[in-house]
């Protein structure tokens, strides 16, 4: 499955990967709307992104969650009803929701944030399994 990687050594919390993510999905720089969301530690930072678990997919009343073929879990906008089950429903909290936006959103591994990081702290890659958060 296609995978988003972080490196926590790596970051310096440039919070380049915030602003690229809303660039991409939402035609802003609301960090809100962010995929990932990075948290400052005194040593090392932290990031929070679906790591493609897929254990929302069982809990959407309509089955608008399901994977891709690379192993991706995807959200069909219009079988998305709203009810947000899914963002409550997520072990990691990384099921986001905006009052602007109709339906929840996650990171899909499409790799923007990734080709932007100058300290090439994230990485796209393929597993067998999903990541465990800030691997």
């Known amino acids: 499955m296609r995978v988003l990687s972080y490196a926590a050594g790596r970051c310096v919390a440039c919070r380049t990967c915030e602003e690229v993510c809303p660039e991409t999905f939402f035609d802003e720089t609301s960090q809100d709307k962010s995929r990932i969301r990075i948290h400052e530690g005194r040593e090392t930072h932290r990031a929070?992104?679906?790591?493609?678990?897929?254990?929302?997919?069982d809990v959407c009343p309509t089955k608008a969650?399901?994977?891709?073929?690379?192993?991706?879990?995807?959200?069909?906008?219009?079988?998305?009803?709203?009810?947000?089950?899914?963002?409550?429903?997520?072990?990691?909290?990384v099921m986001f929701w905006h009052s602007d936006e109709v339906v929840p959103f996650?990171?899909?591994?499409?790799?923007?944030?990734?080709?932007?990081?100058p300290e090439e702290a994230l990485e796209i890659v393929d597993v067998e399994?999903?990541?465990?958060?800030?691997?």
């Not at 929070?48 to 997919?57: A, D, L, M, P, S």
């Not at 969650?65 to 009810?83: F, I, M, Y």
Request: hydrophobic share 35%; with cysteine.
């Open 106 to 117: 996650k990171c899909i591994a499409c790799g923007a944030c990734a080709r932007e990081c």
């Open 129 to 135: 399994e999903p990541l465990p958060l800030g691997a």
């Open 48 to 57: 929070e992104f679906c790591n493609q678990c897929g254990e929302c997919i």
């Open 65 to 93: 969650l399901a994977r891709s073929r690379r192993g991706v879990v995807r959200l069909e906008d219009p079988l998305c009803v709203g009810c947000l089950s899914c963002v409550g429903f997520c072990p990691y909290a």
